[in-house]
């Protein structure tokens, strides 16, 4: 059954270290989406992008954040200077169509830990 | 803005019993409405999707309903197992694409 990858599967930065963090979302899907769970905390929406632009943000996803399809099987989440609050468990997730109608499919997750 | 709640916060039972798990959302005006699973340190895994039209889905052991207008949904888990044990996760679509999460119920099914 096809699935959601992300890579890695944790990464260690220094406060004010640029990341990016990957995902290959299912092939056919055509919507992607970033969530994020701090620990102990909800999950907690970031982005949603189709199209090759953000379909919407939340007020977490400031300028620190940008999200891009780089080629036809990548997406990335990219977090220029990061903060020791960025700290977290991010999940990307995919859709085959609006995840309104339909399931969003999640990836394991990559643990970010910003010392 | 939409809150999602989850009652109760952690849960244990013996294998083999039937339970229920609760899920409060304050806008009524969703798309639909998910249950997940997440196993510890693990991602979210998709258990059921309710359309807003709908009632409620079934999936094996698993029965989740929908009542829109009073803003609730329950998930109901027959002859629990220890392998059922993990967080549970509601989550809501109210508009566009964005779930929004509850807390989760931490299950623990004891052998």
């Known amino acids: 059954e096809p699935e959601v990858t992300q890579t890695p599967s944790h990464q260690v930065t220094q406060m004010g270290q640029e990341v990016i963090l990957r995902c290959v979302p299912i092939?056919?899907?055509?919507?992607f989406y970033w969530y994020r769970q701090i620990l102990g905390q909800k999950v907690e929406f970031l982005v949603s992008?189709?199209?090759?632009?953000?379909?919407?943000k939340s007020e977490i996803f400031d300028d620190q954040f940008s999200v891009e399809r780089p080629d036809g099987s990548n997406f990335t989440l990219k977090i220029r200077s990061t903060k020791l609050e960025d700290s977290a468990m991010y999940f990307c997730?995919?859709?085959?169509?609006?995840?309104?109608?339909?399931?969003?499919?999640f990836g394991p997750g990559t643990r970010l830990l910003v010392l | 803005k939409q809150e999602v709640t989850q009652i109760p916060a952690a849960l244990s039972v013996p294998e083999g019993e039937n339970l229920v798990l609760n899920c409060s959302f304050t806008?009524?005006?969703?798309?639909?409405l998910q249950w997940f699973r997440q196993d510890p340190g693990k991602g979210l895994t998709s258990l059921l999707l309710i359309q807003s039209s709908q009632r409620e889905q079934t999936s094996g052991r698993l029965n989740a309903s929908l009542d829109k207008s009073s803003g609730r949904s329950t998930l109901y888990i027959a002859a629990s197992q220890p392998g059922d044990s993990a967080t549970y996760l509601c989550?809501?679509?109210?508009?566009?694409?964005?779930?929004?999460f509850g807390e989760g119920t931490q299950l623990t099914v004891n052998p």
């Open positions: 989550a809501v679509i109210a508009s566009g694409s964005r779930l929004t």
């Open positions: 997730a995919s859709s085959p169509t609006s995840g309104g109608i339909e399931t969003q499919y």
């Open positions: 806008d009524s005006a969703i798309y639909n």
């Open positions: 992008f189709y199209n090759n632009e953000i379909s919407e």
């Open positions: 092939s056919n899907h055509l919507y």
